[in-house]
Antibody, heavy 116, light 113 residues
């Protein structure tokens, strides 16, 4: 069955970066784009952007340009999202999702906490 | 960006009731090319990831019980849950993928009365 397994929780200091992974299994990796979604109590669900798992091409929500960088390693069927220049506003649960326009499959989420 | 407005924000129900959750978009989600509405519904239980229920406004995802029904077109959409069961208590979100970036509604919390 399709699974997206994300890396574990991160505790980071303001100004630093984190890199979250999303390892796919149970399907042909290039069948779905991988999208990333941020969830907070205050802002709800926010779409960050997607990566074309075949070409590596990316498209970002304007709000997250300069904050998130999406990459992919086809050899390990893994997508990555790096978040840079972290502030407390970046504290959230981040999900990867297999996209067909709608989000058919979701990872379990990665909690990122930004605190000094 | 397209704004998705969900109502109500919370709903208290008893088991066996039928509930309706509304989602209104600030622009039409209907494609003139294929007459499909690019609207999806998700269910999220505490501590879990969202789960796809409905896509293209009314197509139920495989394995989703038929008591979940999506309807609507253009800018107005509805998720109906008939004969609510205890396992349906969760947060529900709509999402549009007609126009980039995708956007979500703020959610509807379904609680036990």
């Amino acid at each position: 069955q399709v699974q997206l397994q994300q890396s574990g929780a991160e505790l980071a200091k303001p100004g630093s970066s984190v890199k979250i992974s999303c390892k796919a299994s149970g399907y042909t990796f290039t069948s779905y784009y991988i999208s990333w979604i941020k969830q907070t109590t205050g802002q709800g669900l926010e779409y960050i952007g997607y990566i074309n798992t075949g070409s590596g091409g990316t498209n970002y929500n304007e709000k997250f340009k300069g904050k998130a960088t999406l990459t992919v390693d086809k050899s390990s069927s893994t997508a990555f999202m790096q978040l840079s220049s972290l502030t407390p506003d970046d504290s959230a649960v981040y999900y990867c999702a297999g996209e067909l326009g709608w989000f058919a499959y979701w990872g379990q989420g990665t909690l990122v906490t930004v605190s000094s | 960006d397209i704004v998705m407005t969900q109502s109500p924000s919370s709903l208290a129900v008893s088991a066996g009731e039928t509930v309706t959750i509304n989602c209104k978009s600030s622009q039409s989600l209907l494609s003139s090319g294929n007459q499909k509405n690019y609207l999806a519904w998700y269910q999220q239980k505490p501590g879990q990831s969202p789960k796809l229920l409905i896509y293209l406004a009314s197509t139920r995802e495989s394995g989703v019980p038929d008591r979940f029904i999506g309807s609507g077109s253009g800018t107005d959409f509805t998720l109906t849950i008939s004969s609510v069961q205890a396992e349906d208590l969760a947060d529900y979100y709509c999402q549009q993928h007609y126009s980039y970036p995708d956007t979500f509604g703020a959610g509807t919390k379904l609680e036990l009365k």
